[in-house]
């Protein structure tokens, strides 16, 4: 990651900082905010200097001033999203990003370094988004798949990291992080988002397969990463990318389409299961998960097919029929 972020006005490298050492921001979302932060300063060019849109890519930030900054109104911001959309083809989900990141710059600037007097961001929307339920594989499927993993390499191991997805519903890099001392007997410790620490409770499986997965990994010779419990086969501390292509492999095994599941639809797997079969309240649901928000959990929460089909029929006119009904006004 950029931490110096050389290329941008000093006035954003600060609000950068601030973002990620006082609002405890993980690296990624830091990320993404500077290189919001740029497209945004690019496009401050454009309006402002008159500078070549076809070059935009390419242009430079780093003399952009307070007073450009300042010279920002809620038109504008408006103009920068229609832009986003139209010449840079942003979805409606990176322009909310996009918003996200402007409203913490804009208020940054005007509570905390009390530099602007008015805040432009503070009235700007964000553009709607539809929200599609994720894909989630269903009990069987998940059975499935836990029984697609075979093979002479690596099985304790790919059956402990699908096992943990399953069952406790890991982010990637969650699972990526763990360490042999994050588990003490049943209770595994894990840095979730803006690196908030949480607890999640291993269930039978999972202490099964990580205790087979110990043996098989305590066979492995000049381990590089001796902190790391996954390994990888060049033995360092297993990648993100090597998890996500060891999913893939294992999902096509099991006969399901490798295209529509990865390792965060498995946490989403998690989450309905134990929603759905486990009868977990949303509250435990969100400790789990590590949810700030109750809100993102409720996605979670939806209803399948089945469970509106049952619904219905269980409707007390369900079994009413118009036959029914003129045979008793002849009665």
Known sequence: MNRTFDDMPDIVVEFLNYMLTIQNKSEKTVQEYYYDLRTFLRYIKIIKYNADENKFDELSVNDITIDDIKSIDLTDLYSFMAFMSRQRNNTAVTRARKVACLKSFYKYLYTKLKVIDYNPAAELDSPKTVKSLPRYLKLDESIRLLQSIKGKKNVARDYAIITLFLNCGLRLSELVSININDIRGDVLTVVGKGNKERTIYLNKACKDTIEAYLKERSKIEGIRDPKALFISERKN??????????????????????????????????????????????????????????ATTEIYTHVDNDQLRQAVNKNPLSSFTPDQSSQSSEK
Do not use: F
């Open 237 to 294: 501390r297993i990648s993100p990318k090597t998890v996500q292509y060891l999913v893939k492999k294992y999902i096509k095994a099991a006969g399901l389409d490798p295209d529509k599941y990865s390792p965060h639809k498995l946490r989403h797997t998690a989450a309905t299961l134990m929603y759905k079969h486990g009868n977990v309240d949303i509250r435990s649901l969100q400790a789990i998960l590590g949810h700030e928000s109750v």
